[in-house]
């Protein structure tokens, strides 16, 4: 009975891995929106299952790998591609390293995320850095809003910034909320509905630019949160100084 119970985890983790690499194809092909709406779908399909696996009781270290080894790949070398093949390949070197970091820091992201829980049971109420789902969700949203706002898919500089933005909030000290946190003032059963509602009226109201507007304010309000926090304590310590 337990072989069953891990084996629908893990059948969701190598869903994602296909659908990770038909992602590639369609990158490869020249299709890059449908690639970039791939890897949103897989970011779901991420979120799926950890959920499941608990529910069932069903965890493992080897689940638990097997997630992080899926997560490089669908969120670190299929978006890289994706970025060099939209934005980059006619930069040459330059265009080589700048859409390489997305796969390099998403595996050191993920290399210290399991070192550091290796032997936590209980689940933090914060994440140290960036999330490489919400990176991924970033980057390839932006994809398909510019491909719907400008003709050429925009200003060059944008995608460099995301790039680098990104990059250094997955290994940075930034903490960003979960989902328990963001809305802690609410009951759980509460904070799913608004959260479904709000998720399913902006996707249906705006479907190309829900997920990267989205993205933006959740990073941004990570990053300010902790700019304000790191002000207050700076202010705090003075004071106590004095």
Known sequence: MRISKVFIPNAITSIGILLGYVSIMFTLNGNYVIGAWILLIIALLDSLDGRVAR??????DFGAQFDSLADVMNFGLALSILFYTAFFSD???????????PTLFSAMR???FNVENEDTTTKAPYFTGMPTTLSAVLLASFVIFAADTWSDYGPILIPVGLVLMASFLMISEVPFETNATLMS??????RKKIMVALFIVSVVLFPSKAFFIGS???VLYGFLRSLADFIGDRRSNQSIGN
């Open 55 to 60: 529910a069932l009781d069903a965890t493992s």
């Open 91 to 101: 930069w040459g070197i330059a265009g080589i390293v700048l859409s390489f970091l």
């Open 110 to 112: 993920l290399a210290r």
């Open 185 to 190: 003032g609410m009951s759980e059963k509460k």
């Open 216 to 218: 933006i304010i959740f």
